[in-house]
């Protein structure tokens, strides 16, 4: 069972940056697309950006554009979601998660990843 650990999250300023990292306990197979998602207070888990394990394809939800970069290192089992210009409405658990479902054109639908890390939890206050 694959298994995720994410890390990076904590307090920071507005407009400072943060690098998220996704540990998984097992070689990250080319076959899965990592995903990262959020969920602030009192609203739903959104997605917001994945990244295809065969041809590295990239998809980022519409509003994060700019703001958002992700990206993933096979050989050391990781994938990153850099964070810029983080701003209070950016306070939210970040989770990433794995999917084995092949996809074109976009990333997988939050039921369609199999393997889900715990989350880490970002604050952007002053």
């Known amino acids: 069972q694959l298994q995720l650990v994410e890390s990076g999250g904590g307090l920071v300023q507005p407009g400072g940056s ?11 197979s080319d076959s899965y697309t990592i995903g990262w998602f959020r969920q602030a ?7 917001l950006a994945c990244i ?20 993933r290192d096979n050989a050391k089992n990781t994938a990153f979601l850099q964070i810029d210009r983080l701003k ?13 479902v092949a996809t074109s054109g976009r990333c997988p639908r939050g039921n369609e990843y199999n393997h889900w890390g715990r989350g880490t939890q970002v604050t952007v206050s002053s």
């Open 41 to 47: 207070p009192g609203k739903e888990r959104k997605g």
């Open 52 to 71: 295809n394990g065969r041809d590295a394809m990239i998809y980022y939800e519409e509003s994060i554009k700019g703001h958002f970069t992700i990206s």
């Open 18 to 28: 943060l690098r998220l990292s996704c540990v998984a306990s097992e070689l990250f």
């Open 88 to 100: 209070p409405e950016d306070t939210a658990v970040y989770y990433c998660a794995a999917s084995s």
